[in-house]
């Protein structure tokens, strides 16, 4: 009986030292500051622990400021040609007016057909795709001086004109939407959620290259929305918890009060909501509580669920 008695007490200190070397695993981690990149698009130089820095995902809510540029300058110097509507790229689905000064009878407002192409009176068919807005003025100017006596004409885009002429000094602002998508002028629905700053500003650069000839896009984040991610399942404090940016499963499951007895600490789901889908990570909780590299390492990104499912009954 003695023997048993010292047994047990054994056995009661070993798992004392583990609960509490486990308490303050969890205690170190609340208090770590994981380094993200929040403001740039080159992030900042590694951790001490020798890991790269995650860079922040935008999410619902954060503000973005885009800023346009246009570069190289013209070498003519000519003021007009440095204006993002004289480098806009025409193509299929656009409207366009052609507008003749001395012979307005002649005006034609058109969309550009899926193959690139226009009507004009007498040109026929025209294609545009793929010109700018000068180099299709220099053209239609060339072939109209055989007909017309004063060939003087320009082209219009309706709605990129309201577009610029909307904008101040060529910069605006979005906000990022409950289904993850901007409005960008010029590009339409572009998607931001789950994307690093630098994703982001690669997205809109590629697509204003198609419509706009040396213009480049700045993508600064003017104001980060407050985070959260979502603690659900077999954990003391189940709900909503707010976070600056990307945090350890250990610390997620400190933030809800630790896992319940009745945890599966074999099997830790993380749900992560990407376009249209939601992608599924599964995670090794005995390695998450025996603090394993390849276990710790995994962060959870703003909007990420952590499901703690309930022991299989045997």
Known sequence: MRRKNLLASRVCCCLAVLLLGWLSGCSNLQEQDTPFADLTVAGPAASASGTEPVPYRLHEGDTLEIRLYTSPEPANGNEEDKKPVSRFILGPGQTMAVKFVQAPELNETQVVRPDGTI????????????????????????????????PDLYITIPRLNSIL??????????????????????????????????????????????????????????????????????????????????????????LAGGLTG??????????????DRIRTTQLDGQGLLRQENRTVLFLLQPGDTLLVPAEKMP
């Open 165 to 254: 002429d909307e904008l101040d000094d060529h910069r605006f602002q979005v906000t990022v939407r409950p289904d993850g998508y901007v409005s960008v002028p010029l590009l339409g629905e572009v998607l931001a959620r789950g994307r690093s700053l630098a994703q982001f500003s690669e997205e809109v650069n590629r697509g204003l290259g198609a419509v706009l000839t040396g213009v480049s896009a700045a993508v600064i984040l003017k104001e980060k929305h407050p985070a959260v991610i979502f603690v659900v399942g077999e954990v003391n404090n189940p709900g909503r918890y707010s976070v600056s940016g990307p945090v350890s499963g250990l610390q997620a499951l400190a």
């Open 119 to 150: 009507s004009l009176p007498y040109l026929g068919q025209y294609s545009v795709r793929g010109k700018t807005i000068p180099e299709v003025e220099t053209e239609l100017k060339t072939f109209y001086s055989r007909e017309l006596k004063n």
């Open 262 to 275: 009745t945890a599966d600490r074999a099997t830790l789901l993380v749900l992560r909501p990407q376009e």
